[in-house]
């Protein structure tokens, strides 16, 4: 219900609030008076096209400003799905720039003009000669039932299980569809996937090739000069563990003459079996060494393979191949469980469709309850209105799929005189 009207800046109006109470508001005057403006201020309300040429003052920009009462519309579930703060009193706001551009919000939310026009056609119908009334609108004549009938909760309860029932039967279409992609690219898929498989990568596996092909390539070079190394520290023949064994021998001569020398000898005597367990560690490294050319030919070829697949299937590291892998394979038992799965998801939806269909039975006769509450009351109102023989009639037919307001299809039926239905 519409409960207040800001207008400013827009036409001929600079600025006016107008205060609707409850029952019926009359706005009259002559022609020329500005009825027809204040209806097209409305239409901004309604997400009718703008532009500045509505602006009462081309400096200022319009704003059209509507406060609705919504309390029993029912609307709290659209406003939660736009992400929308929902308010029983709720605040419609459309601002014209004098630039032409145009904003809308909903209680200080921005919102596309489209959303307005959607959550603003629930609250407003404008008619007037030669335009269709809202009332012939077979959506609009079931929400008068649903409201008669006081169907709100159940209208809740129905349409939480109507989409439910809508997202199980779209992802068995999704099912399906990438079933017949995966079999269509299956052979080519599976062969992808042996050759990761048979490959059976390694994470840091590259890296370590790399490293050991690199120390077989040169090996006789790191033999060589490890040997020679050896030789400089421990050799039979002037090396530094033989001149450090002297020195402590000459340093030992004179630590009776001066004590404190004691200590350096301890450290020579230290530096020498350092030196000496390092030389150990060099020719062990030396022995571990060798020529191997058939290992030379297996890393190379190990090598080779890893980047041919890494260039195959535009990847940076091994890693990204095993997720490939992974991916593929997920794939594969798409295809191989595809009935498995498809059968379990149609379990769920004849599970869920027999829950829909109570409650969508629930609505129908709650509505069908109403019926004759409603053409009753109606014609009564229309023969005291001088009409006596107004009838209503209310068609109803049950669908055979559900919709998102069950399966009910309702037509008001009218005739104003003798056998006209």
Known sequence: MLRKLSILDYALIEKADIDFDKGLSVITGETGAGKSIL????????????????LFNNNEKCVVESTFDITHYGMEELFAQEDIDYDNQTIIRREIAPNGKSRAFI??????????????????DVHSQHQNLLLSDDNYQLTIIDTVANNHRLMIDYKNQFNEYKELTHKERELITENERLKKDQDYVRFQFNQLNDAKLQVDELELHEEELQRLNHAEEIKSNLNSATTILSGEEQSITQNLHEAINKVQKIAEFLPSTIKAV??????????IDLAASLDRFAESIEFDPARINFLQQRIDLIYNLLSKHKASKITELLDIEKDLDTQLKKVSFFDETLQELQKQITACASQLNIKAQALTDSRKAAFNHITTSIEA????LGIPNAVLAISHEIKEQFGST?????????AANKNGI
């Open 381 to 384: 109102q229309l023969h005291e």
């Open 107 to 124: 209680n200080d939310t921005p919102v596309t003009v489209t959303l307005l026009k959607t959550i603003v056609s629930r609250l407003i």
């Open 39 to 54: 209806l097209g201020a409305l239409g901004l309300i309604l997400g009718q096209r703008a532009d500045g040429s509505v």
């Open 406 to 414: 069950g399966r009910d299809e309702i037509s008001f039926l009218f």
């Open 266 to 275: 301890d450290r020579l005597d230290s530096a020498c079996i350092d030196l």
